[in-house]
C-alpha cells in the first residue's frame, strides 16, 4: 500500500494553502526557464494525489523519468521553499532579521563597511526589541569582524563596547540553552514515562532542578530565560503531581507573554502550549469557573488571523481546544452530550494525519474511549482502548497500562468473565514489568480475581470494601495517577448507587457548583 506519511515532498505540498499553491506557480514563471516545465509537471501530480504512490506518479505523469525523479523532486522542494520565503517574510520576525542580515553581508562583500554597519546597527534595535537574542550574536560577529579589518572612522572604545555586548549575549544565551535543554529533557521523560510513580521516579525528577541555571535564572529579566525557567517548574510540577504549583507557573508563563503581546504574534506556539496547559492546570484542580473562563478567551483568539493565517497553529489549536472540550464533559458528568464532539475529532484526525504526532493522538483515542466507557458504551470503548493497545509504540507507558486497565474492566462491565481471568494476568504481567503497579492497582487487581467467584449478593459489599480501602488514597500524591487516568471512586460508587459512571460524575460537579455559589 501506498505510505503517504514517508515522502517529504508530498508532505510539503499537501500542506500548501491555496494562495501558496498559487504563489508558488507565479514564482516559477517569473523564476524558471523552460527546463523547469518538468518541475511544474511533477508539481501538479503530486498536488492531485490523495496518498504518495510513485508508481501511479510516473504512469500519469510519462514526461517524467524515475531515473530523473530524484533529482526533479528535490529541485522542486528547494523551490517550493524559495517562494514560500519570498510569501513570508514580512509575516515572521526570524524571516525579517534573517533578510536584513542577508543585506549586510552583501553590502559588506561590496566593500561597503559603513552602509553594512549601519543595517547591522538597525538589526540590534529590531532584534532586541524583539528579544532575538541569538540574531544579536551573528550581528555583533560580523560587526567584530568589520571592526577588525577595516578602519572605519568608529568610535575609539568600539572594541571595548563591541566586546562587553557580546559577553553579555554569549552569557545570555549559554542560560537560555541550559534552561531549554533542561524544559526539554523533563518533557521527554514525561512523554516516555508519564507522571511520577514511585520516589525512584521523584528523585530521578528532582535532579533536573538542581541544575545551576534554574537558580541562575530566578532574577533574571529576559523573555527567554523566564519562559524556559517557567516551563522547567511546570513539567516538574506536573510530573509529581503537585498540581497548585503547576498551576502556578503556567499562570505566570501565559501572563509573560500577555505582558509583553507581540511576543504572542513570534512564539504563538509556545502561548499556545502555555494556555494549554493552563486550561489542564485548572482541570487538575476542579476550578470549573477559571476553566471555562480561559476556554472562552481561547476560543477567542483562535479566531484571530495569527492563528487563522497558519497552518500549524490551527492544528494545535484544535488539538489542545478539543482536548480542553472533553476535559470539560469529564469534569462536568457530561459524557453521552461530550460524544457529539467524536465524528468532528475523527474527521480532523483524518485531515491532519500527516501532521499529528503519535503521542496526541493516542491520548485522544484514550479520551474518546473514557468518554464511552463513562457513558455506558462499554464496547465502543473497548474498540478505542484495542487502537491504542495494538498501536506499538514506545510512548507514554503510563498511558499503554491504563488503556488495558480500562479495557479489563470494561469487559468487566460486559461480563466478559471467560476474557477475564486471561486478561487479568496479561495485563497485571504488563503493568508490573512497566514497573507501573500501585497500591490503587493492586487493590482494584485483588478485587477483580475475588469478584469471579462471588455472587451477586456478595459484590455489593466488596465493592463498599474496595471504595472503603481505596478513598484514603486520593490524597496520596503518589497515588492520585490512578485517579488522573481512571476515576475508579467515582466508578464503584456507580456500581453500588446501581448509576452510570457519569450520573455519578454528574451529581458531584453540581454539589461543588452549589457549594461555590453559597
Not at 517574510?89 to 549601519?118: P, V
Not at 467467584?453 to 478513598?471: C, D, G, N, T, V
Not at 476515576?487 to 461543588?512: F, G, P
Request: aromatic share 12%; proline share 2%.
Amino acid at each position: 500500500m501506498p505510505n503517504r506519511s514517508t515522502d517529504a515532498l508530498f508532505q510539503l505540498i499537501q500542506s500548501l494553502e491555496r494562495s501558496e499553491k498559487r504563489n508558488f506557480k507565479l514564482y516559477m514563471t517569473r523564476n524558471s526557464t523552460s527546463g523547469d516545465l518538468k518541475v511544474v509537471h511533477l508539481f501538479d501530480g503530486l498536488e492531485k494525489m490523495k496518498e504518495y504512490d510513485e508508481e501511479q506518479l510516473l504512469l500519469k505523469n510519462p514526461s517524467l523519468l524515475k531515473q530523473q525523479l530524484s533529482n526533479l523532486k528535490a529541485h522542486l522542494y528547494r523551490e517550493i521553499l524559495a517562494s514560500l520565503r519570498l510569501l513570508k517574510q514580512d509575516e515572521n520576525i526570524d524571516l525579517q532579521l534573517h533578510e536584513q542580515l542577508d543585506f549586510a553581508r552583501l553590502l559588506y562583500n561590496k566593500g561597503l563597511y559603513l552602509q553594512s554597519l549601519k543595517i547591522l546597527d538597525r538589526i540590534k534595535d529590531l532584534a532586541r526589541n524583539n528579544n532575538q537574542v541569538t540574531y544579536l550574536l551573528q550581528v555583533l560577529f560580523l560587526e567584530k569582524k568589520i571592526e577588525a579589518l577595516h578602519i572605519t572612522r568608529s568610535l575609539q572604545d568600539r572594541a571595548d563596547t563591541l566586546s562587553a555586548e557580546a559577553e553579555e549575549v554569549t552569557e545570555r544565551l549559554g542560560l537560555i540553552g541550559s534552561l531549554s535543554n533542561l524544559s526539554l529533557q523533563l518533557y521527554s521523560w514525561y512523554i516516555r514515562n508519564g507522571h511520577a510513580r514511585n520516589e525512584e521516579d521523584t528523585y530521578s525528577v528532582d535532579t533536573f532542578l538542581k541544575h545551576p541555571a534554574i537558580t541562575e535564572a530566578q532574577d533574571s529579566k529576559g523573555f527567554y530565560e523566564r519562559l524556559y525557567l517557567y516551563q522547567c517548574l511546570c513539567w516538574h510540577a506536573f510530573i509529581t503531581q503537585n498540581f497548585l504549583v503547576y498551576y502556578r507557573y503556567c499562570q505566570k508563563w501565559v501572563d509573560l507573554f500577555e505582558d509583553e503581546p507581540k511576543m504572542i504574534e513570534i512564539e504563538t506556539a509556545l502561548y499556545i502550549k502555555g494556555v494549554h496547559n493552563l486550561m489542564g492546570a485548572h482541570f487538575d484542580l476542579h476550578n470549573y469557573q477559571k476553566f471555562n473562563e480561559t476556554i472562552d478567551r481561547f476560543e477567542h483568539f483562535i479566531q484571530t488571523p495569527v492563528i487563522q493565517n497558519n497552518q500549524n497553529n490551527l492544528i494545535q489549536t484544535f488539538v489542545y481546544l478539543n482536548t480542553a472540550r472533553l476535559n470539560r464533559h469529564f469534569m462536568e458528568g457530561t459524557f453521552t452530550e461530550g460524544l457529539e464532539l467524536v465524528p468532528f475529532i475523527e474527521e480532523k484526525l483524518k485531515e491532519y494525519d500527516l501532521f499529528l504526532d503519535r503521542h496526541r493522538v493516542l491520548v485522544f483515542y484514550y479520551k474518546i474511549a473514557s468518554l464511552y466507557f463513562g457513558s455506558g458504551h462499554n464496547e465502543k470503548s473497548i474498540d478505542y482502548l484495542n487502537k491504542i493497545i495494538n498501536w506499538k509504540v514506545d510512548l507514554r507507558t503510563d498511558l499503554q497500562c491504563y488503556a488495558r486497565l480500562l479495557h479489563l474492566i470494561a469487559h468487566y462491565e460486559l461480563g466478559n468473565y471467560a476474557l477475564l481471568e486471561y486478561l487479568l494476568k496479561s495485563v497485571y504481567r504488563f503493568m508490573s514489568r512497566m514497573q507501573n503497579l500501585s497500591t490503587v492497582e493492586e487493590e482494584v487487581f485483588a478485587f477483580l480475581r475475588r469478584s469471579f467467584r462471588s455472587s451477586p449478593k456478595q459484590l455489593k459489599p466488596q465493592f463498599e470494601m474496595l471504595l472503603a480501602a481505596l478513598k484514603p488514597l486520593e490524597k496520596s500524591r503518589l497515588e492520585s495517577r490512578a485517579f488522573m487516568y481512571l476515576d475508579i471512586i467515582s466508578w464503584l460508587e456507580s456500581k453500588i448507587e446501581h448509576k452510570q459512571v457519569q450520573n455519578v460524575i454528574r451529581q458531584k460537579y453540581l454539589d461543588a457548583k452549589r457549594a461555590v455559589s453559597q
